[in-house]
């Protein structure tokens, strides 16, 4: 059974940094893929962006891209977020997700990962 803990959230203002860390535990986290989704009060979670256990290939969505990077660290089994020139209507739960198909355009709905961490709340004032 995948455990998988985040970090990290807090309160920024407009323009700002945060950095988001997901610890996996569980099984070997050798392939397969993890994202990062995010759910504002009142919408649905959505996909933020995707990378891949072995050789680092990450996707974004259209969003964040440019402004966030996801990375991971293969030795710790943990996955980061590197969100930068924040803007209030990235305020919202990010959630941690794991899966162990190596996709990375395709299937990046909620229910295409298996397993999730239970969120942490990023709110950026403006």
């Known amino acids: 059974q995948v455990q998988l803990v985040e970090s990290g959230g807090g309160l920024v203002q407009a323009g700002g940094s945060l950095r988001l860390s997901c610890a996996a535990s569980?099984?070997?986290?050798?392939?397969?893929?993890m994202g990062w989704f995010r759910q504002a009060p009142g919408k649905e979670r959505e996909f933020v962006a995707a990378?891949?256990?072995?050789?680092?290939?990450?996707y974004y969505a259209d969003s964040v891209k440019g402004r966030f990077t996801i990375s991971r660290d293969n030795a710790k089994n943990t996955v980061y977020m590197h969100m930068n020139r924040l803007k209030p209507e990235d305020t919202a739960v990010y959630y941690c997700?794991?899966?162990?198909?190596?996709?990375?355009?395709?299937?990046?709905?909620?229910?295409?990962?298996?397993?999730w961490g239970q969120g942490t709340q990023v709110t950026v004032s403006s």
């Open positions: 569980g099984r070997t986290f050798s392939r397969g893929r």
């Open positions: 990378i891949l256990w072995t050789g680092g290939h990450t």
């Open positions: 997700a794991a899966d162990s198909r190596a996709w990375l355009h395709v299937g990046l709905g909620e229910v295409d990962f298996e397993s």
